[in-house]
């Protein structure tokens, strides 16, 4: 952690670097909880929608349109996969925490962004899913009866894709 605070320290301003490093806290904390209980908790959603909404109005230059647009069009398409799923299998297989934190992490990186981040999560889950299948004899059970969380790999690949879309300005 110490190593990529430092580097941010070297890229932003104080209040960039503050910014992301609760930007970070939050994402961490996000995934934590998620890999020990398969819950994305409302708090941590609220703190991140709450997190995008303040980044719109520190940069007046980013489209209010296009963020509120990722949020509440991406959690919409989620919504339906799990819907469909569910109804498919009976079960659920992606919980509405995922829904909500895709919400928040939509006013935060607009629609291109939340493209890039859910193709790199998707992406990289699947390769750690093929990862585990590929290596059947490890020492404990990688991944619980209930499946694997998805939100460490959304946290992950969005901090990696708002990182990038701020050293770009």
């Known amino acids: 952690h110490l190593f990529v605070y430092g580097a941010l320290v070297a890229l932003y301003s104080s209040e960039e670097l503050f910014f992301c490093a609760c930007l970070g806290s939050v994402l961490i904390g996000i995934s934590v909880v998620d890999i020990r209980?398969?819950?994305?908790?409302?708090?941590?959603?609220?703190i991140l929608a709450g997190l995008g909404l303040f980044h719109l109005f520190y940069h007046p230059?980013?489209?209010w349109s296009d963020h509120l647009v990722a949020g509440f069009g991406f959690s919409f398409v989620l919504y339906a996969v799990a819907?469909?799923?569910?109804?498919?299998?009976?079960?659920d297989g992606l919980g509405f925490g995922d829904v909500k934190l895709v919400f928040g992490l939509g006013l935060l990186l607009g629609v291109e962004g939340s493209i890039w981040a859910l193709l790199l999560a998707a992406v990289s889950g699947a390769a750690t899913l093929i990862a585990f299948a590929a290596w059947p004899r490890l020492p404990v059970d990688p991944l619980?009866?209930?499946?694997?969380?998805?939100a460490p790999f959304l946290c992950l690949s969005s901090w990696a894709v708002f990182l990038q879309e701020r050293a770009a300005w």
């Open 37 to 46: 209980r398969f819950e994305v908790p409302d708090t941590f959603s609220l």
């Open 61 to 63: 230059g980013v489209s």
């Open 83 to 91: 819907e469909i799923y569910f109804r498919m299998k009976g079960r």
């Open 144 to 150: 619980p009866a209930s499946g694997l969380a998805f």
